[in-house]
Structure formats: C-alpha cells, structure tokens
C-alpha cells in the first residue's frame, strides 16, 4: 500500500518541476521575441513570473502582436500549472498532518492496551542498546524522547513511541507508566534522570525502576527518590574490561549465556509465590534440578540478602527471587514450581 505522504510529497516535486518549467520557458521565450524591443533578461524573467503566478502586475515593456498572442498561450499554461502546484501543495501538507495525527492516534491506541510492558526513557546510544536487550527478550516496550530526531529513529526499528519529557507526569501517563512493569532512564543528565525516577515513582509504586548515572556521587540520591537500581557506566565498563583481562574465558561464557540467542541455555529469575509447592522448603528437599532440570544459581532472599551458590539446608521462602541457570523448557518447569511468576 502506497503511503499517502510519500505520494503527496512525490506529488508535489512533480508540480514544483512542471511549474519552474513552465516559468523558464516563458522567461526564454519573452526574451526571444522581445528581444528587438530591447528587453533585458531581468525583463523577461520578471514578465513570465507575474504572468504565470497569475499576479496582474503591468507589463514591463509594451508588448508586440506576436508577444501578446504568446502571453494567452502563456497565461492558459501558467494557470494550470500554478493550480496544480497549489494543490499539491495542500494535498501535501493536508496528507501529511492527517497521516501523523492518523498514525498518533494508532499508536497512541495500541500503548494504552499495553500491560506490564517497558519504558525506555531517551532512545541515545545507551537507549537504544536498551530496547535493543528487551526486543530480543520479545518485551514489550515504549520509548519516551523529547527530540523528532530521536523518535524517528525508534519507530524505524518499530518501537512504540511518545513524543515528550519524561520527567512530565502527563507524558508518563501516554507512555502507560502505571501499567508498566519496569522503566528504564537513561537521560545524560543526572537531573533529567533524578525528575524521570520521581515522577514514575509517584505514579507506580511497585514499578521496578533502573536509573543511569554519569556521576557515582548521586547514586544515593537516584535511590532515595525511587530507583530500585542505579547503574554507573563508566564503572560497570571499568569492570568489565578488568574481568576480560583476568578472566577472559569465564566473560566469554557469561557474555554467551546472555546475550547469544542460538544457545538454549539461559540465565533466568524466578519468584518463589505465596503457596507454592517450593514455598518454606530446603533446597535439598525441593529437588529442584531432579524435578525441573534447572540448576541453582544464587537466592535473592525477600530481605534483601544475595546468597550465591546456596547451601542444600536453605530455605526458600515467599517472595525469594532464585537465579537459575537451564534451557527455556526446564526454567519454564521451574517457574511452576514457583508459581508461574
């Protein structure tokens, strides 16, 4: 299906050309004919231009009887091509305001039938890797960026989209923030970043939400408005490099694990639910990797406490997050298990 700006834009290129054509000709020819008259070129160029536009000025130069005659001619061509540069042009600006009303208003449709989707808050460099991550984990996502430039980029690679600050309330709102499961700003400002964490906190209390910071200084204070995670990339980058240095192969294989979609295995977290058949069981007693398949990894316990490579006599609890390592089928038996969160 032909995209009706395009059209209209294709449309309007084609009346621009034919009425400069229309207009040079003119200009050529009343040079031409008058120029025994002594008319200059300035002359002809200003005499087909109000007569092709239509204008009605007076004639520069009285006009000869073979001048006149090419006038009419001029003056029947000049009206068609100035009408059908005109409306072009309206079709131009008419299609191209109703199709991104049109297409607003869709899209606008489309994230408010959104539910534990994520946001993804300035679609830059780090942004962009962001949506990148969760479209490969097949999530869905909303991109908030106050520049046309920013949000044209996105809605090529098909993200959904809302124009605006996401430190506003209002913009948050489109974006489907209290419906959102987890929102991820990545502003270069620590303030704009600080403004975005407030806001997404007031209207979702339960929202995960995950902070950039360019100075590791204001991490306590991106926590203390909201944020449940505040990542420093020059330190993460820091990191990381080091580890490629001291472990190389060890990195190679966690770098496999994440982020290569041909393998089968993957790291996933799993929430122990209230009731289930893990729920206030030993590890060693809830056969975890015998009945699921699915190695333990580590136990975000609901206190808050990490606990990597668990000991057989821990007990897991309700609201314990457990970090296992398997193919999708068998952390799919896991999460049962857990109660299917």
Not at 180 to 192: I, M, N
Not at 230 to 255: C, S
Not at 302 to 307: W, Y
């Amino acid at each position: 299906m032909l995209n009706p700006a395009l059209d209209s834009r294709r449309q309007l290129r084609r009346a621009a050309l034919v009425f400069g054509a229309v207009t040079a000709f003119g200009a050529v020819s009343y040079y031409v004919i008058e120029r025994p008259n002594n008319w200059s070129v300035l002359d002809a160029i200003y005499m087909a231009v109000i007569t092709v536009s239509t204008v009605g000025f007076t004639e520069v130069h009285e006009l000869g009887p073979v001048g006149r005659v090419f006038t009419i001619i001029l003056i029947l061509c000049g009206v068609g091509a100035f009408a059908y540069l005109a409306t072009s042009a309206a079709n131009y600006f008419i299609a191209g305001e109703l199709q991104g009303l049109w297409s607003q208003r869709r899209m606008q449709k489309k994230i408010d039938e959104l539910v534990n989707h994520y946001i993804v808050c300035a679609f830059g460099r780090m942004g962009s890797q962001v949506a990148d991550e969760f479209r490969r984990e097949k999530l869905p996502i909303v991109v908030v960026d106050p520049t046309p430039e920013a949000i044209h980029r996105a809605e090529e690679h098909d993200y959904f989209t809302v124009q605006g600050d996401a430190g506003d309330d209002d913009v948050l709102r489109r974006a489907g923030v209290e419906r959102a499961r987890g929102l991820v700003t990545c502003v270069d400002d620590d303030a704009g970043n600080l403004m975005v964490v407030l806001s997404a906190r007031t209207l979702n209390e339960k929202l995960f939400i995950v902070s950039r910071t360019n100075n590791h200084e204001t991490t306590s204070k991106l926590m203390a408005a909201g944020a449940n995670r505040v990542l420093w990339p020059y330190g993460l980058a820091g990191r990381r490099m080091a580890q490629v240095a001291l472990r190389p192969n060890v990195v190679e294989f966690l770098e496999i694990v994440m982020h290569d979609e041909e393998l089968e295995l993957l790291l996933e977290e799993v929430t122990i639910a209230i009731g289930c058949e893990l729920e206030d069981v030993a590890i060693s007693a809830a056969a975890i990797r015998e009945k699921a398949g699915a190695m333990l990894v580590a136990i975000r316990q609901r206190t808050g406490k990490m606990l990597v490579a668990p000991p057989p006599e821990t007990v897991l609890s309700a609201g314990d997050i457990v970090v296992a390592l398997g193919i999708r089928e068998h952390l799919g038996q896991l999460r049962a298990m857990a109660g299917g969160k």
